[in-house]
């Protein structure tokens, strides 16, 4: 059967994207290792190498850059490149020797390379402001602020203890991985939506009720005329019922802002997968630089460097020093929010795929 036959059913066979070198030896890698920072090469069994230069690269792009990155492949690579999940482009050489001119056109474009290894990687981040209707702080512009001022991690300037992973989602619906990242910036509303005047003529208010996932809206009457109250001890700030309707308005400049969480990770090896915790419980916006969240962790991620094992990721290193002294050395004001009081807390300790005996 051939496995590869087109059909108009789900997506085509990945199989047929492949570079030649990889489709040759797919599955009969023999090791790979770093060659420098944002620079590594697999050898196969037969012998082939296959080089990757990574580079750092925006979430957002425009045609013109992509095709940028179409020539630089056609000149180099055979016309091989791909993204990896957190937004960084690496281009697939099978000559060593198109390495140096590659970084030195990308240097040309503005973009680094680094991110292999014990480095910093581009930070994976939602739409935020740009698009995003339930957001509470932006995230091309604190992602842009934040790297900036920590690219010497990411191009290997200043040499780290091992892998740091950063994520940005811009509401508390955390599509952003912040809940498994090293480093986590989590936009937060402190206030439930506004229900303005008018909203029985814009929005079905049976549909408004039924999108809170709390049950945290109800009927009421406003002057005589049908509309919703909201439950503020109950809402958690989804903003699935603006999703349904638009006088029911999330975003409030006042009360919007950033928080910082610490301490997660995928990764099983040397520990199991971690959780992030809370670190900054709130931070004003500050846009177009975002002076206080990047100042924080800047600080947090001088501590883990100076502070950590070689390899240890920042949740390893935490639980290795506890959290009073990280607390101490951060300069973070432990706070009322920092105490986990949900009924259920309990629940969610120690949950892992490892076997314990």
Request: glycine share 8%.
């Amino acid at each position: 059967m051939d496995t590869q036959r087109r059909t108009d059913i789900g997506p085509p066979d990945f199989r047929r994207f492949l570079p030649p070198i990889i489709k040759e030896n797919y599955g009969k890698w023999k090791y790979h290792e770093i060659l420098k920072p944002g620079v590594m090469v697999h050898v196969a069994e037969s012998g082939d190498k296959l080089f990757t230069v990574r580079a750092g690269s925006p979430r957002l792009l425009g045609t013109k850059r992509i095709r940028k990155y179409a020539e630089l492949a056609d000149k180099y690579c055979g016309g091989h490149l791909r993204f990896t999940s957190r937004h960084n482009v690496e281009f697939l050489l099978t000559d060593e020797k198109n390495i140096d001119p590659i970084i030195a056109d990308l240097a040309e474009l503005g973009h680094p390379v680094g991110g292999i290894g014990p480095a910093i990687s581009s930070i994976v981040h939602t739409q935020g402001w740009v698009h995003c209707h339930s957001a509470a702080t932006d995230a091309s512009g604190v992602v842009k602020a934040v790297m900036d001022d920590l690219h010497e991690y990411f191009d290997g300037t200043t040499k780290i203890p091992g892998k740091l992973r950063i994520a940005l989602a811009c509401c508390l619906n955390m599509c952003g991985a912040v809940h498994c990242s090293d480093i986590s910036i989590l936009g937060v509303h402190r206030r439930p939506p506004r229900v303005q005047q008018g909203l029985a003529k814009v929005c079905e208010i049976p549909n408004v009720i039924a999108a809170c996932p709390t049950a945290a809206i109800r009927p009421a009457s406003v002057e005589g005329t049908p509309s919703v109250e909201i439950d503020e001890s109950l809402c958690m700030f989804c903003a699935n019922c603006f999703s349904v309707c638009p006088a029911l308005p999330m975003a409030d400049a006042l009360n919007d802002g950033v928080s910082l969480w610490v301490g997660g990770k995928v990764s099983n090896a040397r520990h199991e997968p971690m959780f992030s915790k809370l670190a900054v419980p709130f931070i004003e916006n500050d846009p177009p630089r975002w002076t206080e969240v990047v100042q924080n962790i800047r600080k947090i991620v001088e501590v883990w460097v100076d502070g950590a094992r070689p390899h240890e990721r920042m949740g390893e290193f935490i639980e290795r020093i506890g959290w009073p002294k990280f607390f101490k050395l951060t300069g973070i004001e432990f706070q009322k929010e920092h105490i986990d009081d949900y009924r259920y807390a309990g629940l969610t300790f120690h949950r892992s795929a490892w076997v314990r005996h």
